[in-house]
């Protein structure tokens, strides 16, 4: 069954240096998204892209994220300059189409650590 | 504003059946979801619910009431790997997930 993949599993970064999240989303999926989970808490949305822009974004997703879908297959989330509280599991997902009548497939997610 | 209001936690024995509730009072309503979530691991789909009514699929049934802002999902034949964290979920706009902290289930022999 086709599946969602991320890399790296882990990242360990200093704070103020620029990570880059990788995702390979389903490949007959149309939209894509990423979602944090600080531990503990709640699954929480950060932006979708469909169609090579950015289709929603949420308040979390401010000027040090961005995204790029840089060739047919991977999609990446950019942090420009961690912080502290960036730390958290950041799941890609992907959906054939929109959410209502279907659903998001998660990947395994990324562990960002920022010390 | 969105908010969603699920138990934190609750144990059932195997076997048994178990209902997790769920609340919501969200902007808009385009669909409710809800996901199972090992730890350390990422949600899954287990069931989509966008009509009022139950929705029944084997072990799992979820059910949903527009007017009232709830859903419940309920387990039956309880097995030890069902113990994870379920997830409740709202589309409140054009196409992203709205989701609840979620109820972390212990089920015990």
């Known amino acids: 069954e086709p599946e969602v993949t991320q890399t790296p599993s882990h990242q360990v970064t200093q704070m103020g240096q620029e990570v880059i999240l990788r995702c390979v989303p389903i490949s007959n999926h149309l939209y894509f998204y990423w979602y944090r989970q600080i531990l503990g808490q709640k699954v929480e949305f950060l932006v979708s892209?469909?169609?090579?822009?950015?289709?929603?974004k949420s308040e979390i997703f401010d000027d040090q994220f961005s995204v790029e879908r840089p060739d047919g297959s991977n999609f990446t989330l950019k942090i420009r300059s961690t912080k502290l509280e960036d730390s958290a599991m950041y799941f890609c997902?992907?959906?054939?189409?929109?959410?209502?009548?279907?659903?998001?497939?998660f990947g395994p997610g990324t562990r960002l650590l920022v010390l | 504003g969105q908010n969603i209001d699920q138990p934190t936690e609750m144990t059932a024995t195997e076997g048994a059946i178990v209902q997790i509730n769920c609340t919501y009072q969200?902007?808009?309503?385009?669909?409710l979801f809800w996901y199972q979530q090992h730890a350390g691991e990422a949600p899954t789909f287990l069931s989509y619910n966008v009509l009022d009514g139950l929705e029944e699929k084997g072990r799992f049934s979820s059910f949903l009431s527009r007017s009232k802002g709830y859903s419940y999902l309920l387990l039956k034949e309880l097995q030890m790997k069902d113990s994870a964290s379920y997830l409740c979920a709202v589309i409140p706009g054009a196409n992203n997930l709205f989701f609840g902290t979620g109820t972390r289930l212990t089920v015990i022999p």
């Open positions: 969200t902007s808009g309503f385009n669909g």
């Open positions: 997902a992907s959906s054939e189409g929109f959410l209502a009548g279907g659903h998001l497939d």
């Open positions: 892209f469909y169609n090579n822009e950015i289709s929603e």
